[in-house]
């Protein structure tokens, strides 16, 4: 039995240690996150927000390639009503920051650090390319699945037989359909930014996305007036 003990001290004293240090690590990181949020949220108010809309082009291909082209149809009808509803809700409701919209088939510029190739569209939703994004600092938005947000749901370390492993605990809204802010590449901010809104399933499309609007403005007006009184 005491050899027993001898044998696992030294593995309680390093799980006791691990633990204890990534505890600090996890704690010493928030208020590295808090600051760059807070420099995020900044630089949007001075700079622009692209907003990224979808237009399920794979799968209208892919019916139309099926022979199921009123199907298709119906679908890209749909879609084009629902992203010019989106642009109109932002237009009329968001005065945060000027936005630009932008179809998913672009994002390859964005991803590759060339947003001067992007082309905007206007607000019958065609493409002009007179239409500039003239800030240098941008976020990009789109409405999506909401992932989780491992910042703000850290749980805990464990020992394991290849080492210390992180566990992650979700939040109660993972999964859903939100509108959410991201960066430059399509990577979800997190807390405290008020990256997401939910977007919720009203019947009529035009009311969702004015909610949406409204409420995204309303969110970030208000963190950027916490974090002005925070540097002050």
Same mark, same amino acid.
């Given at each position: 039995?005491?050899?027993?003990?001898?044998?696992?001290?030294?593995?309680?004293?390093?799980?006791?240690?691990?633990?204890?240090?990534?505890?600090?690590?996890?704690?010493?990181?928030?208020?590295?996150?808090?600051?760059?949020?807070?420099?995020?949220?900044?630089?949007?108010?001075?700079?622009?927000?692209?907003?990224?809309?979808? #237009?399920?082009?794979?799968?209208?291909?892919?019916?139309?390639?099926?022979?199921?082209?009123?199907?298709?149809?119906?679908?890209?009808?749909?879609?084009?009503?629902?992203?010019?509803?989106?642009?109109?809700?932002?237009?009329?409701?968001? #005065?945060?920051?000027?936005?630009?919209?932008?179809?998913?088939?672009?994002?390859?510029?964005?991803?590759?650090?060339?947003?001067?190739?992007?082309?905007?569209?206007?607000?019958?939703?065609?493409?002009?390319?007179?239409?500039?994004?003239?800030?240098?600092?941008?976020?990009?938005?789109?409405?999506?699945?909401?992932?989780?947000?491992?910042?703000?749901?850290?749980?805990?370390?464990?020992?394991?037989?290849?080492?210390?492993?992180?566990?992650?605990?979700?939040?109660?809204?993972?999964?859903?359909?939100?509108?959410?802010?991201?960066?430059?590449?399509?990577?979800?901010?997190?807390?405290?930014?008020?990256?997401?809104?939910?977007?919720?399933?009203?019947?009529?499309?035009?009311?969702?996305?004015?909610?949406?609007?409204?409420?995204?403005?309303?969110?970030?007006?208000?963190?950027?007036?916490?974090?002005?009184?925070?540097?002050?």
């Amino acid at each position: 039995m005491y050899l027993r003990f001898y044998l696992l001290f030294p593995l309680l004293i390093f799980i006791y240690a691990e633990g204890f240090s990534q505890g600090k690590t996890s704690d010493s990181r928030k208020p590295s996150i808090d600051n760059l949020m807070q420099d995020r949220i900044r630089q949007l108010k001075n700079g622009a927000l692209l907003v990224r809309l979808q #237009t399920k082009e794979y799968a209208i291909n892919a019916l139309r390639k099926a022979g199921n082209e009123k199907i298709a149809n119906r679908v890209e009808s749909e879609q084009f009503v629902f992203n010019k509803a989106l642009i109109a809700a932002f237009r009329s409701n968001f #005065t945060f920051c000027p936005v630009y919209f932008f179809q998913s088939q672009h994002s390859e510029h964005l991803l590759n650090d060339h947003p001067e190739a992007v082309v905007f569209m206007d607000d019958n939703m065609k493409p002009d390319s007179s239409v500039k994004c003239i800030s240098n600092f941008f976020l990009t938005a789109d409405i999506g699945t909401l992932e989780q947000d491992t910042a703000t749901y850290f749980d805990r370390s464990y020992y394991a037989y290849n080492g210390i492993q992180k566990t992650y605990s979700g939040g109660p809204d993972i999964g859903i359909e939100v509108f959410k802010i991201m960066d430059n590449h399509f990577v979800q901010l997190c807390d405290p930014f008020p990256y997401y809104v939910r977007t919720f399933n009203y019947i009529y499309v035009k009311r969702k996305l004015t909610n949406v609007a409204k409420r995204m403005n309303k969110k970030l007006t208000k963190y950027y007036a916490e974090t002005a009184e925070i540097k002050t």
